[in-house]
């Protein structure tokens, strides 16, 4: 997974989820890396990506190869936590649970506008797009019908994650 970003190998940082500027280190802790694509994943595209092969699974490790800074909020990751839960049930495995660790250690972390009025037709999935607008994010990846619906909303992309993967190979 992505290193993480100490202040002694990257300059200022505040901390490891609030970096002043949009680099992080490479693996050997020498010099930043800019990173230009910020990108929200629906739970949909985590949990896939967790548990089978495929295109979702494609996006965690171009994230893990520091590909796309990976954008994240409270809700979110309450939400990729729940639904991992319920996925795993009483039946504990570490690895699903670390992986969201590591997502909650190396990704940017913001607090979500809010919006006034319900955008996608499931209300639920407006927690994706106000992280993206509050991180002026380039792209939500969702296979959610709900998200795709509402495309180029306040700019954002919102993508199939084939086509995300399409779009990281440019």
Same mark, same amino acid.
């Given at each position: 997974m992505p290193k993480a970003v100490e202040p002694s190998s990257c300059g200022s940082q505040k901390?490891?989820?609030?970096?002043?500027?949009?680099?992080?280190?490479n693996r050997q802790g020498q010099a930043p890396r800019e990173v230009t694509i910020k990108?929200?994943?629906?739970?949909?595209?985590?949990?896939?990506g967790i548990f089978w092969k495929g295109p979702p699974f494609r996006i965690l490790e171009a994230w893990q190869e520091q590909r796309f800074r990976l954008v994240i909020s409270v809700p979110i990751?309450?939400?990729?936590?729940?639904?991992?839960?319920?996925?795993? #049930?009483?039946?504990?495995?570490?690895?699903?649970h670390s992986i969201l660790g590591l997502i909650e250690l190396h990704s940017e972390m913001v607090e979500?506008?809010?919006?006034? /009025?319900?955008?996608?037709?499931?209300?639920?999935?407006? /927690?994706?797009l106000e992280a993206a607008v509050a991180a002026n994010a380039d792209y939500?990846?969702?296979g959610d019908a709900a998200?795709?619906?509402?495309? #180029?909303h306040?700019?954002?992309?919102?993508? /199939?994650?084939a086509e995300f993967l399409k779009l990281l190979s440019r």
């Open positions: 901390t490891r989820n609030q970096e002043s500027r949009r680099e992080i280190c990108a929200i994943l629906d739970t949909n595209v985590v949990i896939s990751l309450e939400e990729y936590r729940r639904v991992l839960a319920e996925m795993v #049930g009483e039946h504990f495995s570490p690895v699903p979500p506008v809010s919006f006034a /009025k319900a955008v996608c037709s499931d209300p639920d999935d407006d /927690k994706f939500v990846v969702s998200l795709l619906r509402v495309r #180029g306040r700019g954002i992309g919102i993508v /199939k994650p």
